[in-house]
């Protein structure tokens, strides 16, 4: 229920008088404000929340150079120091410090965007609907030069995987050059267009699947990188539109930055650049390197990146140990329960693994493991633990690890199926899953068919059974929509933001597997403080208190009295970063 005018009046009345005293105070106190070069912005708001222990809740705070200068609340005697003369900003809002995705893909949004949406596709008929509307808006896709992009299919609404007659059997579509990616982007539907510039005979690729069959058009893991040798790469200004649309939606939802899931050093340098000259460039990002060919060593084409303000940073790299659930690819221990002629694949072999591991340790870069099953969640754990031997001493102690672990800040990207072993190894040494909450009850309708009951239980989707380990929470966008209030409602109730229902449709209301599910301030530090230490920025984001980066969201009412349900469609009023206001509600109405 909104607040009565009353209410906000009264509100709005104690925003004021806390901006009195914060005023008083500089005029009985003038010493702490003599050597001030720059003048300084105050803003008072109904509620602060600020995620700092020392601090947790405040109603003012002032912004200098980017940064929180100061942060006091109306009953104290603290005031921004540095300041003559401050502009006062007076809001009946509520502050939460600046949101971050910790797993996401920017580029991949923006060309998303501009792309063709098939999330919620149920039938073929549906796919080459939608396909032909976007043709007829964009008639210059479709074209050798111009494929025709898209994603989101799922093989599970059609019954079958896709094939490349679905779409040449179409005479409006004949002829055309596309490739769709699947709802996980593990899977490329190419057309026959497409087909016809690769060889007659195509050979199986190692960690990757050709679907043959009901007929050829998918290419998974591995082999989606024929198909993308041959895809017609955008240029520098398509990925310039691209990924500055992509901040200005990250903004709409109150996201302050983000970790980018794999960044081409191509990418890194173009982000490099219109991070230091564009002021389109509204999110902070956390880059982790992907090699042109995956799962290499390869230091010498993207060095360490760090702009002070931590606008673009590159100081991580992304490997890749299996595929994905949905497809079956992600690398088990034991068979899938739906398909028991197959335990999934691995992208690269163990010790080919570990060695890469411990080459891109040895040069100071964070490591970043994708691994989705049980096989290779252990994989990785065998990587790091290894890496973390060889910088630190091959003790075989796993509080000496732990100590190391904090230094290096090794992560596993998904960390979706765990053995129950290999839970306790990631506890014992501090390693940092990246979880998205959205996935868990994306997957949740077919999750038990793959793993069994058992194998569900006791390993998959674990959120709360790995809270001491400081786990990143995120979104995997353009996957899932990139909306952290969505993730959010799926770590607190385990149900689905979209519907806010369960898996069970006779008790719609009942999430799934709620005893793994977070406390809403342990879901929010998730997206927050987690986040930044999971990029090196605990001391700088994902907290409101003095030095730390001036980002925040402003909401209609506290996160706390509201009612969880209400979270899952939640709009941001605003979004400012480094104290400038990015998107503002009432400017877009």
Request: aromatic share 8%; net charge negative; proline share 6%.
């Amino acid at each position: 229920m909104a607040p009565s005018p009353l209410v906000r009046w009264g509100s709005l009345i104690s925003a004021i008088v806390a901006v009195v005293l914060a005023y008083s105070y500089q005029q009985q106190h003038p010493f702490l404000f003599s050597d001030v070069g720059h003048a300084l912005s105050v803003y008072c708001y109904s509620s602060v929340r600020t995620h700092d222990g020392q601090q947790p809740s405040a109603d003012c705070f002032s912004v200098q150079d980017g940064a929180f200068a100061g942060v006091w609340a109306r009953d104290s005697d603290q005031a921004p120091l540095g300041v003559k003369e401050a502009h006062v900003t007076v809001s009946d809002g509520h502050v939460i410090p600046g949101l971050w995705d910790g797993h996401g893909h920017l580029l991949q949004y923006g060309e998303f965007l501009h792309s063709v949406d098939l999330f919620g596709s149920q039938s073929l008929d549906e796919v080459r609907h939608r396909i032909k509307a976007y043709l007829a808006a964009n008639p210059e896709a479709g074209t050798e030069k111009h494929w025709l992009r898209g994603v989101g299919w799922d093989q599970s609404a059609f019954g079958r995987m896709p094939t490349a007659d679905d779409i040449e059997q179409d005479d409006q579509l004949k002829g055309i050059f596309m490739m769709l990616d699947r709802i996980d982007v593990h899977c490329a539907w190419v057309s026959q267009s497409v087909l016809n510039l690769l060889p007659d005979e195509i050979p199986n690729v190692p960690g990757g699947e050709i679907i043959r069959d009901p007929g050829p058009g998918v290419f998974c893991d591995n082999a989606m990188d024929m198909i993308m040798d041959l895809w017609p790469k955008p240029g520098a200004q398509q990925k310039t539109q691209a990924v500055l649309s992509a901040m200005r939606e990250l903004n709409k939802v109150g996201l302050v930055g983000m970790h980018d899931a794999g960044v081409t050093a191509e990418n890194a340098r173009l982000y490099s650049e219109l991070a230091s000259s564009s002021p389109d460039w509204t999110v902070r990002v956390y880059g982790m390197l992907e090699c042109a060919k995956r799962n290499t060593f390869c230091p010498e084409d993207a060095p360490v990146m760090s702009h002070q303000d931590a606008k673009f940073t590159l100081r991580s790299v992304k490997l890749f140990a299996d595929g994905a659930l949905g497809s079956w690819g992600s690398a088990m221990l034991e068979p899938y329960t739906d398909h028991p002629w197959t335990s999934g694949s691995l992208l690269i072999n163990a010790s080919a693994l570990t060695q890469v591991t411990k080459s891109w340790a040895s040069k100071g870069f964070q490591v970043n493991i994708h691994a989705i099953g049980d096989l290779a969640n252990r994989n990785a754990i065998d990587a790091f633990q290894a890496a973390l031997e060889q910088q630190c001493g091959r003790d075989g102690d796993h509080h000496h690890l732990a100590e190391c672990q904090s230094r290096h800040r090794f992560r596993i990207e998904h960390s979706q199926i765990i053995h129950p072993d290999d839970q306790k190894r990631i506890h014992a040494m501090g390693i940092i899953p990246s979880i998205q909450p959205t996935h868990a009850t994306s997957d949740m309708k077919y999750a038990e068919q793959r793993l069994g009951p058992e194998r569900t239980r006791s390993e998959a989707y674990r959120m709360k059974s790995l809270l001491d380990t400081n786990p990143v929470l995120g979104s995997d966008f353009p996957v899932e929509p990139p909306n952290p209030f969505q993730g959010i409602y799926a770590a607190v109730t385990r149900k689905s933001p979209h519907t806010g229902l369960g898996p069970d449709p006779e008790t719609p209301s009942k999430g799934w597997h709620t005893e793994e599910a977070l406390s809403l301030d342990e879901a929010l530090l998730g997206f927050t403080r987690n986040v930044a230490y999971g990029a090196f920025l605990e001391h700088s984001a994902g907290i409101i208190r003095r030095g730390s980066f001036a980002d925040w969201v402003v909401l209609d009412e506290p996160l706390e009295d509201m009612n969880v349900e209400k979270i899952r469609t939640l709009k941001v009023r605003e979004t400012w970063v480094g104290g400038r206001r990015v998107y503002s509600r009432d400017e877009e109405a």
